[in-house]
């Protein structure tokens, strides 16, 4: 279980750096910007919770070896994106990148709840670890971010899945029952909203 | 005295989430950004100011009704917005944006001077806490930040504001006193920049 | 040394407060607006890495005199920037502020070895310290970040820099040994990189 969990991580972050490596070579960034925007796409989100919540250590300098990856990742991202192109790894992205969100949303939700934190306050963190690391990497790049544009639902379904998890807790459900069936709402609404074409209103 | 200052302080959260409401709109953003973007403004210098002084719980932490009342503003001003933009509306969300910088700005300096800064970086933290919620929004909605363009003075008033401050607690007049005096020193001052057109040079 | 170093620190605020005036004066900012971007661009890597490993107090809290001096600096920008346009005060900035960006790194790198961070982290610490000033700069000037750019070689002679540092460090050198060869490598080859057109691939 936590085994799965390690893998679940690790296949979210790929993903979110992915995103990252694709938008700064979009805008003809050097490595160094690739490097960066890769890593603030990947980590940004829980960095942001931790220093809201004041946590520390940060999960990636506890985990060195998570910013070594996304560092190694910049270097072949170079020679090796462009074969990435084709629909099969789009799709793989998609499906890793609904994972990520939901993995995100649902432990930054449960990190609050240890914090003692106010049952909006939970699901707001939630929310933040799961979509502001690709906020940031929009700022990074200029363009506003692609969570608030019209586009398929991303930040609602995070939502929906923090929801769950508060629902859960105060069900007194075990943190392992909230924490996977959070990720599976997140993550399936997301392949949902991508699949249906759903979007918010103004 | 303590419930009139809840009265400025509700007032000037409301009219910040607005001019985020007002941005995020015409970006043609959806709820979520429009969510986001008006928390941010109302509460982003605040919460600047906190993590560089390591203030904890933060402000909306601890109130989570105010973030529940901005994510209602929120979900209302889709329908309710567009009926808001009347010229009496306008000049009320002018008056409580003034009379909310002036808070903010205020009791930024006053809680930076609880925390033993000294004098230029107390009168940094009130300017922080008035202006960057904007500086932020601006910077979300892919914009220069409107206080650093040469509009109407704003950061200027504040920044008086914040100088009437010390001065009064360096008299050794009563908080409430120096409080009161700095919340309509900056009000009138940037209520008089609107009405004259008063700008800085370059 | 220990004079020579707060000569050379200076130098280094100077030079980077320097290149914000230049940003924020293109974008025909007022007053207001130069002092921030100065700052941020001055303080901007050096606060973010002391909220990263949560820091206290801030640099520019304890030495509130270098604060007061962009701000002095800001206020003359304004009649003296347009006269310092020549090319000698065009190769003076560009020779402080690569001392600056090695200054920077060195202590952000040896900072964070003094926090017991592991090794790779010492290094994101140090190129954070050195580069995020004008990262910020850029962000707040509505850019994308000229270091993330395919210009000549600004990141990449930090990471260098700081990796030198660490390596001293394991060799078992005086920490004034590391730090002045530290500086020294990021610095003369950011210079190299300027007078080389020294460029990384994408």
Redesign the interface.
């Known amino acids: 279980m936590s085994t799965l969990l390690q893998v679940v991580e690790a296949c979210g972050i790929i993903a979110f750096a992915c995103s990252g490596f694709v938008e700064?070579?979009r805008?003809?960034?050097?490595?160094?910007?690739?490097f960066?925007?890769a890593f603030v796409t990947a980590f940004g989100g829980g960095?942001l919770r931790d220093?809201?919540l004041?946590r520390?250590p940060?999960f990636?300098?506890e985990h060195?070896e998570y910013?070594?990856l996304v560092?190694v990742l910049a270097l072949l991202a170079?020679p090796f994106l462009p074969h990435l192109r084709s629909a099969v790894a789009e799709k793989t992205i998609v499906v890793a990148d609904a994972l990520g969100l939901g993995l995100f949303s649902a432990v930054g939700t449960s990190l609050a709840l240890e914090a003692q934190?106010?049952?909006?306050?939970c699901v707001?963190m939630g929310v933040t670890t799961g979509i502001f690391g690709g906020?940031l990497r929009d700022?990074?790049?200029?363009?506003?971010?692609m969570?608030?544009?019209?586009e398929q639902l991303?930040?609602?379904c995070s939502l929906l899945g923090c929801a769950v998890y508060m629902v859960l807790e105060w069900l007194d459900m075990t943190s392992a029952v909230a924490l996977i069936s959070s990720i599976l709402v997140t993550s399936v609404l997301r392949l949902l909203a991508v699949k249906m074409n759903w979007?918010?209103?103004?």
Chains 1, 2, 3 share one sequence.
């Open positions: 700064a070579r805008k003809d960034m050097d490595l160094v910007g690739v960066i925007v960095t220093m809201l004041d520390r940060l990636w300098v060195q910013a070594i560092f170079g934190m106010p049952v909006f306050i707001m906020v700022v990074l790049c200029n363009e506003i971010p969570v608030f544009r019209r991303y930040a609602t979007r918010l209103p103004g």
